[in-house]
Structure formats: structure tokens, C-alpha cells
């Protein structure tokens, strides 16, 4: 909903803007929207009728990677160019992919800058970065984990030691153990990534 909201109030405001000028020529946008209900084949079938019976000549990506995923293989098909705002898995921006284009970072970069930012404040204190230690509990779905490798490369990359690393289920509404293990552990930072249901948590 929040997407299709987004979606919505952009195409209002390039409209009332006056519309988007190619070539000499003034246009104002119109979206077509279909209710792809979280599912990998029906995105898939939509995303083509768009294309081929709509005649729409660009794509807004749906909300999530995996419904994303689903959708790239036609749009690339039909060479037709689809902007993602809302699925960030690294994987959709390193398979070769010629008509996705993103406006978004991808998830491995999510937390990763709260990482060198931790590195940058404990400089400006007079201690090592790599004296610091870092704590984790990462949903277990794909998003989740590509969150997590951004974060243990830049881990890594400041020699910090990683001392919990847990991976939770993807919409956990109980982290009690992995908050007990931080609190005996004292680290410098505790990062966590879930989505809903796990953020809120």
C-alpha cells in the first residue's frame, strides 16, 4: 500500500508539474496498477500483460526482492526498463541485468555505513576501531542476510570482532535470548534487521 501511495503521489506531482518533456514534446504520466498479491507467478503474468497487452513502455517495480526477481526475467524479455524502488537484494544488481534500474541502496549497504560511522566516532575518541565488538541478529530471509554480509564486510574491513551473530526467524517476535547473550557480552553496537513484525520487535 505504501508503495502504490508513493507511486500514485509521484505521477500526481510530475502531472501537475506539467509532465515530462522528450524531444520537444510535452507528456503527462498514467499508471496502470495491478494487485499482484505477494505472488511470484501472478507478478510474473501481470508484469506481461502490462507489457504486451497495456502496451505500457515502463515498469514500477512491486514491493519486495523476491516478488522483483520474479518479474525481471520479462521485463528483460521484452527489453522493457523497470525502476525498483522497493526490493534492495544485492543479487537483482549483479546478475547482468540490462533494464533494472534501482533508486534505492541495496541491503548489503543498509547498515554497513552504521558500521564505519561506529569506526569514525571511536577514532575521534582516541580508540581503535578494531578494539571495538559488534553484535547482530539478522531475520533469516534473503533480504536479512545480504544486511548481514554488508555488515561483516565492514566489520572485516575495520578489523572490529563480531561477538553475536545470530540469525532469527524472519518476523521473530521474541529476541529475549539474543538480548541476554548482548547484555552479558557488553558490545559496541547491536544491529538487527527484520521486517514488520522483527523491526517492531
Sequence with gaps: QHTKNGYEMAVKRVNDAGGVKVGGKTYKLQIKLYDDESSNERVASLVERLIVQDNVKFILG??????????????????????????????????????????LSTSDQYLSSAIDLLAEKAQEAGKQPSSLKVAM?????????????????????????????????????????????????????????????????
Excluded: C, W
Excluded at 522493457?80 to 537484494?89: D, F, H, L, Q, T
Design 137 to 201: 541478529a539478522m531475520g533469516d530471509d534473503a533480504f536479512s542476510l545480504d544486511v548481514r554480509a554488508g555488515i561483516l564486510e565492514a566489520a572485516k574491513k575495520h578489523g572490529m570482532q563480531v561477538v553475536i551473530d545470530d540469525k532469527v526467524p524472519d518476523n521473530f517476535t521474541d529476541i529475549s535470548a539474543t538480548l541476554a547473550r548482548v547484555k552479558a557480552v557488553k558490545p559496541d553496537i547491536f544491529l538487527a534487521s527484520g521486517h514488520a513484525t522483527g523491526a517492531a520487535t
Design 62 to 103: 512491486p514491493y519486495s526482492s523476491p516478488l522483483t526477481a520474479a518479474m525481471v526475467s520479462v521485463t528483460e524479455k521484452f527489453k522493457v526498463p523497470m525502476v525498483e524502488a522497493n526490493a534492495a537484494s544485492r543479487s537483482l544488481f549483479t546478475k547482468g541485468y540490462r533494464y533494472i534500474f534501482a533508486v
